[in-house]
């Protein structure tokens, strides 16, 4: 069974950073893709980034050049590194593995507003 864990949400003011972090259990995450989508109220749950199996990164181009996603092999462990916030940017983050266990996170909210 995989269990993805999510951590690093709260509230933030406009232009500020986030770290969330989702740790893995029951699967290792360099062996399948595995990413980062979010969804805000109203609004379908979209891609944020996502790391392909052989390690090609994509982002939203909403977040080009403000979010960066790495992962830490020896942890089992990726992260999504959030930058110059917007008050779009809220929403409710869930942290994905692809392949056959594929699995969500339960989500960690991220809420921008001054």
């Known amino acids: 069974q995989v269990q993805l864990v999510e951590s690093g949400g709260g509230l933030v003011q406009p232009g500020g950073s986030l770290r969330l972090s989702c740790a893995a259990s029951g699967s290792r995450f360099s062996r399948n893709a595995r990413g980062w989508f979010r969804q805000a109220p109203g609004k379908q749950r979209e891609l944020v980034a996502f790391i392909s199996s052989g390690g090609v990164i994509n982002y939203a181009d909403a977040v080009k050049g403000r979010f960066t996603i790495s992962g830490d092999n020896a942890k089992n462990t990726v992260y999504l590194q959030m930058n110059s916030l917007k008050p779009e940017d809220t929403a409710v983050y869930y942290c994905?593995?692809?392949?056959?266990?594929?699995?969500w996170g339960q989500g960690t909210q991220v809420t921008v507003s001054s």
């Open positions: 994905y593995m692809a392949g056959p266990l594929a699995s």
